[in-house]
């Protein structure tokens, strides 16, 4: 079964500041897809960035960007220039063709002015 | 509509009662999901829709939980009996089925509160 670890449950720096956030996962799949989602206190969770397994591009969003380490089965996500409103839980998601997606436990993410 | 939409937004129940959480998926979605979450925690798969398959209901935690999906589109999960470990968010998402290409859209949740 696939497990999705994100081993850093709290963060906090400056706003302006860049951030980086880790996450690992283990799968014996090949073909796969990696999400970062945000969820403010509203509670909506909100897609971030996606990765797709054999894309070897690191994707990018604006200010967000990630570092796809596919042979180390990591995949961080990093915000650059953070903002007040980047303030949120980030959770790291896996999917491949099992059509679930698995998340890890997510890191609390506050950005100080 | 434009999103997914789960009513209530906050319920409040004693132990022992019954619940039903509602969640209205985005129009043409045929996949729709149902996680837990905790409090601090992430995010527990519940069930999952697709189409006219049968539900993999392989994430409920006890037979205390159910699903529905009427006529492909609004889902309600039931939970019999309440406890108070089943105190948590409850959120609902969809996607189009065709693949990942832009994951899952979800609602805004109904936090559930057993006392």
């Known amino acids: 079964a696939q497990t999705v670890t994100q081993s850093q449950p709290e963060m906090s720096v400056q706003e302006a500041e860049t951030v980086t956030l880790s996450c690992t996962y283990d799968?014996?799949?090949?073909?796969?897809?990696l999400f970062w989602y945000k969820q403010p206190p509203s509670r909506q969770m909100i897609l971030v960035i996606r990765q797709e397994a054999y894309k070897q591009q690191n994707a990018t969003e604006n200010r967000f960007s990630v570092n796809f380490q596919k042979a180390a089965k990591s995949f961080s996500l990093k915000i650059s220039d953070s903002q007040l409103g980047d303030t949120a839980m980030y959770f790291c998601a896996f999917w491949s063709g099992a059509q679930k997606l698995v998340f890890g436990q997510g890191t609390r993410l506050t950005i100080n002015p | 509509g434009a999103g997914v939409s789960q009513s209530p937004s906050n319920k409040v129940t004693e132990k022992g009662k019954d619940v039903e959480l509602r969640c209205d998926p985005i129009?043409?979605?045929?996949?729709l999901y149902w996680y837990r979450q905790s409090l601090g925690q992430g995010l527990e798969f519940l069930i999952y829709f697709q189409g006219n398959s049968a539900p993999d209901k392989s994430g409920l935690p006890s037979d205390r939980f159910s699903a529905e999906r009427t006529g492909g589109s609004v889902s309600t999960l039931t939970i019999q009996r309440t406890q108070q470990e089943d105190s948590a968010v409850y959120l609902c998402a969809s996607s189009s089925g065709t693949g990942m290409t832009y994951g899952y859209t979800f609602g805004s949740g109904t936090r559930l509160t057993v006392v």
């Open positions: 129009s043409g979605h045929t996949a």
């Open positions: 799968t014996s799949e090949n073909n796969y897809y």
